[in-house]
């Protein structure tokens, strides 16, 4: 990542959406440039498909879901590619959802139980669990604070991801299956790494606008939204999540 003016657009890449974009994974650019745009900032999308060089330039790349033959292809493309993994080095933003999220790690076991070498940016490892977690997902995660802390999705994944000593977990499961450990997702350094689709940013925007501060180095204003109140309560009812909540809406 080139250093930031702060009359640069915000460069955003989404990877390989055609292997990696199951349930509207997506989505999570669309937010992120509307959350940019509603406080006046530029964003600047840019949309690679295999074959095509990423660039390392950019300021925060999002990974998302799929099934497990174009999750290979995705992360050997990744690997040859190396523009991410320059890029996290100095110092860009990562959102990598499910399938996306095990690339991130250092390596995941497909379906028929074959390992493979992920791109090593979150200290996080895969193994296949004897059961599918499908489902939604709700966790918090106090990376956030208040309400916004709580974080719904929806999980369909047959991978389980153990965290290393250099990762922390992005929230604590309370409806769902997550890591399969009580968490869900992890963080290392500016890379975070999720189960949750929704898409995350759409069904969790405070988490977008993490994102965003992160790559702007300050605050953004708050935008006021009663849908995103209205929308974490219908699903956490959902999920029988009952405990703790403080909700506005
Ligand atoms: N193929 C991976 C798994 O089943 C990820 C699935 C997904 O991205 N939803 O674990």
Not at 58 to 86: F, P, T
Not at 218 to 236: F, I, K, N, S, Y
């Amino acid at each position: 990542m080139t250093a930031r003016t702060p009359t640069d657009d915000v460069r955003i890449v989404l990877v390989y959406s055609s292997l990696l974009g199951i349930y509207g994974d997506r989505g999570n650019a669309m937010v992120l440039a509307r959350r940019l745009h509603w406080r006046g900032e530029r964003a600047r999308l840019i949309a690679v498909e295999p074959g095509r060089v990423l660039p390392d330039d950019a300021d925060l790349y999002l990974l998302g879901g799929g099934e497990d033959a174009a999750q290979v292809s995705a992360a050997n493309a990744m690997r040859l590619d190396g523009a991410i993994n320059r890029a996290v080095d100095r110092g860009a933003v990562v959102l990598a959802v499910c399938a996306g999220y095990q690339i991130a790690g250092h390596r995941f076991t497909d379906g028929n139980g074959v390992d493979h070498a992920g791109l090593g940016l979150l200290d996080v490892v895969t193994e296949r669990s004897a059961h599918r977690a499908v489902g939604e997902i709700a966790s918090y995660s106090d990376i956030l604070s208040g309400d916004d802390g709580w974080l719904t999705g929806f999980e369909n994944h047959g991978g389980l991801t153990r965290l290393g000593a250099s990762a922390r977990a992005l929230g604590r499961v309370h409806a769902g299956i997550g890591n399969g450990d009580g968490t869900d997702g992890a963080v290392t350094g500016r890379v975070l790494g999720t189960y949750a689709h929704g898409p995350v940013l759409a069904r969790n925007p405070a988490l977008a606008d993490h994102l965003l501060e992160l790559v702007l180095g300050r605050p953004l204003a708050p935008v006021a939204c009663a849908e995103v109140g209205q929308l974490r309560a219908e699903r956490l009812a959902k999920a029988g999540v009952t405990e703790g909540l403080r909700l506005s809406a």
